[in-house]
């Protein structure tokens, strides 16, 4: 692209936890990047664009440009919980952009992993993206939110870690380091995870993930099981799509790498580094939308 072309680039990649803005001149090279609030479009949609808003002024700030300058922008923004079109478009009205594309999180994840190239990915954070691309073609599989799925995810971990702490509690399953100190969290009080679990989002859950990872890593028996049940799930996940040896496989997301040593030794071979981000691959499909308009 024409360095000197005045178009901007905004690419924006939100989620439970939060979301990311960043803002790149028509040559791709980035002049800011931001960081807001919780952005899935399911639980809260006031409250992801919003945050979404933010982070695109926080950035914009950094760059040290006016807002007023952000019109002429050709933007992609990746959001989680965008589930139909109705949803896209209403966070796309909520901008004046030159041009600005709204899914959900699974194809700027995608595009931020894999760039152009044939393989799978296997992003895992909050929630959970798994998507298989042949020959140009992507199929997804999940996604569908802690709710009814997102097995494997930070979210899906938590609450699996509170079960296990109860079934503990009850003697079904044995405590250990893991499950006596989150029981501790809540004041050995069983009641209390009750109470948590009445209310809590997925952001919720998932703030819990962090250190059944690093107890796993311990080889705390609790631990591992879990990270194991969620590596279960994405080993058929992966027969299901045809996985094939030589396949590029990627872990991405802050729960993801983790699963390497959990997954099927034939997979862990074919295990390589993401090309970027999500954020990465809202820009490069800002991009795209930008070449295609013009």
């Known amino acids: 692209m024409d360095s000197e072309d005045p178009t901007l680039l905004i690419g924006v990649d939100g989620g439970g936890t939060g979301c990311r803005a960043a803002i790149a001149d028509a040559s791709g090279t980035v002049?800011?990047?931001a960081a807001g609030g919780p952005a899935n479009v399911t639980t809260n949609c006031d409250e992801a664009i919003e945050?979404?808003?933010?982070?695109?002024?926080?950035a914009a700030a950094k760059a040290g440009m006016a807002e007023d300058r952000l019109a002429e922008a050709s933007t992609h923004i990746g959001l989680a919980g965008v589930l139909t079109a109705a949803d896209a478009a209403r966070v796309a009205g909520a901008f004046r952009f030159a041009a600005c594309v709204v899914t959900d999180d699974?194809?700027?994840?995608?595009?931020?992993?894999?760039?152009?190239r044939d393989g799978?990915?296997?992003?895992?954070?909050?929630g959970t993206i798994i998507?298989?691309?042949?020959s140009g073609r992507v199929r997804y599989v999940g996604g569908w939110g802690l709710e009814v799925a997102d097995q494997a995810s930070g979210g899906w971990l938590g609450r699996a870690l509170l079960?296990?702490?109860l079934l503990c509690h009850d003697g079904i399953e044995a405590h250990s380091d893991l499950t006596r100190s989150t029981l501790a969290k809540f004041d050995d009080d069983p009641n209390r995870i009750v109470s948590f679990a009445v209310a809590a989002r997925p952001i919720d859950y998932a703030a819990l993930a962090p250190a059944l990872v690093a107890a796993a890593t311990a080889a705390d028996l609790n631990g591992r099981a879990l990270m194991q049940r969620g590596?279960?799930?994405?080993?058929?996940?992966?027969s299901r799509l045809e996985r094939r040896s030589g396949d590029i496989l990627c872990l991405s997301g802050g729960i993801g790498p983790h699963y390497s040593a959990y997954l099927d030794p034939a997979?862990?071979?074919?295990?390589?580094?993401?090309?970027?981000?999500?954020?990465?691959?809202a820009l490069r499909l800002a991009a795209q939308t930008r070449r295609a308009l013009t």
């Open 31 to 33: 002049l800011a990047k």
């Open 51 to 58: 945050n979404v808003r933010q982070a695109i002024a926080l």
């Open 106 to 116: 699974r194809p700027t994840s995608v595009a931020g992993a894999l760039g152009d």
């Open 120 to 126: 799978i990915l296997i992003s895992v954070g909050t």
């Open 131 to 134: 998507a298989a691309r042949r």
């Open 163 to 165: 079960e296990r702490t």
């Open 231 to 238: 590596a279960d799930h994405i080993n058929r996940v992966l």
């Open 267 to 281: 997979c862990q071979v074919d295990i390589s580094a993401p090309l970027g981000s999500a954020l990465d691959g």
